[in-house]
């Protein structure tokens, strides 16, 4: 399995922007796609975002898309989110995983596709 920490959450105003980290170790992170996916109180986890294991494809869910971009290092294990254009309904606990199949081809968008899955950073965008 892959070990999963998520860090750069925190306290932004609408209209900021706030980069998140996801550091990875364990199994093979170049040969596997991760995404970030988001929990806000009450409500189900929902994908914000996916990358191929190359870094080549990329896939947004359309409430983030034009102001999220999701990009990896994969010499440094670590997946990034750059979020701009903050809005508070951008409110949440995010979560980075990583797909539990290799190399694939389509980026996954579903959460039953993705295996391991990181402790959580709150992100909280104040109006």
């Known amino acids: 399995q892959v070990q999963l920490v998520e860090s750069g959450g925190g306290l932004v105003q609408a209209g900021g922007s706030l980069r998140l980290s996801c550091a990875a170790s364990?199994?093979?992170?170049?040969?596997?796609?991760m995404g970030w996916f988001r929990q806000a109180p009450g409500k189900e986890r929902e994908f914000v975002a996916g990358?191929?294991?190359?870094?080549?494809?990329?896939s947004y869910a359309d409430s983030v898309k034009g102001r999220f971009t999701i990009s990896r290092d994969n010499a440094k294990n670590t997946v990034y989110l750059q979020m701009n254009r903050l809005k508070p309904e951008d409110t949440a606990v995010y979560y980075c995983?990583?797909?539990?199949?290799?190399?694939?081809?389509?980026?996954?968008?579903?959460?039953?596709?993705?295996?391991?899955w990181g402790q959580g950073t709150q992100v909280t965008v104040s109006s």
């Open positions: 995983a990583a797909d539990s199949k290799p190399a694939r081809v389509v980026v996954a968008t579903e959460r039953y596709e993705y295996r391991d």
């Open positions: 990358i191929s294991w190359s870094g080549g494809s990329t």
């Open positions: 364990g199994r093979t992170f170049r040969s596997y796609a």
